[in-house]
T-cell receptor
Framework: NAGVTQTPKFQVLKTGQSMTLQCAQD?????MYWYRQDPGMGLRLIYY???????DKGEVPNGYNVSRLNKREFSLRLESAAPSQTSVYFC???????????FGPGTRLTVL | DQQVKQNSPSLSVQEGRISILNCDYT??????FLWYKKYPAEGPTFLIS?????DKNEDGRFTVFLNKSAKHLSLHIVPSQPGDSAVYFC????????????FGKGTMLLVSP
């Protein structure tokens, strides 16, 4: 039982490059989330998926797209990376629409 | 507009003493509150929660107090241990349709031996 897994753990991109962050959970949770954490800013919600087949914008969605591939997997795509997207990205999942969320270990992304 | 505020970026406490981490909120629709703990290079992990129908919830060394009239909650850790050194995030949710969590900016707790 791995919980929430994220790949890759680290990534360095050049401005304008694209990439997809992968997230998978094995807890049979309905809801999944993508957050970014920046120094002094806490955790800010980028996108979430309340259930398979649905996605919604969070607080800071600009520059990102998401795909809920199936119940287990939720990916985050940066189409044209910018230095402002340098951050640590966390994926999370939860059974209920609110309440305890389980987080992955994070992806540290640097955009040069 | 920050709806969940943790006004102390850091807190230092000696081992064995009480740690008190504070959190204020502005949205009166919030009715469920959680605390998460985060070590460096790891994801946050759930610590304890409280519903607005209660004013206290206890789990071992951790107790969360909720003062609805003041829109304030606090996390007490007694006794504090060096392994408690981490960043603590306060989070809140409301039940207006689908609800996500709103996080504070976190408080870094350092417990020294």
């Amino acid at each position: 039982n791995a919980g929430v897994t994220q790949t890759p753990k680290f990534q360095v991109l050049k401005t304008g490059q694209s990439m997809t962050l992968q997230c998978a959970q094995d807890m049979n949770h309905n809801s999944m989330y993508w957050y970014r954490q920046d120094p002094g800013m806490g955790l800010r919600l980028i996108y979430y998926s309340a259930s398979e087949g649905t996605t919604d914008k969070g607080e800071v969605p600009n520059g990102y797209n998401v795909s809920r591939l199936n119940k287990r997997e939720f990916s985050l795509r940066l189409e044209s990376a910018a230095p402002s997207q340098t951050s640590v990205y966390f994926c999370a999942s939860s059974e209920a629409p609110r309440g305890e969320q389980f987080f992955g270990p994070g992806t540290r992304l640097t955009v040069l | 507009d920050q709806q969940v505020k943790q006004n102390s970026p850091s807190l230092s406490v000696q081992e064995g003493r009480i740690s008190i981490l504070n959190c204020d909120y502005t949205n009166s629709m919030f009715d469920y509150f959680l605390w998460y703990k985060k070590y460096p290079a790891e994801g946050p992990t759930f610590l304890i929660s409280i519903s607005s129908i209660k004013d206290k919830n206890e789990d071992g060394r951790f107790t969360v107090f909720l003062n609805k009239s003041a829109k304030h909650l606090s996390l007490h850790i007694v006794p504090s241990q060096p392994g408690d050194s981490a960043v603590y995030f306060c989070a809140a949710s409301d039940y207006s349709g689908y609800s996500t969590l709103t996080f504070g900016k976190g408080t870094m707790l350092l417990v020294s031996p």
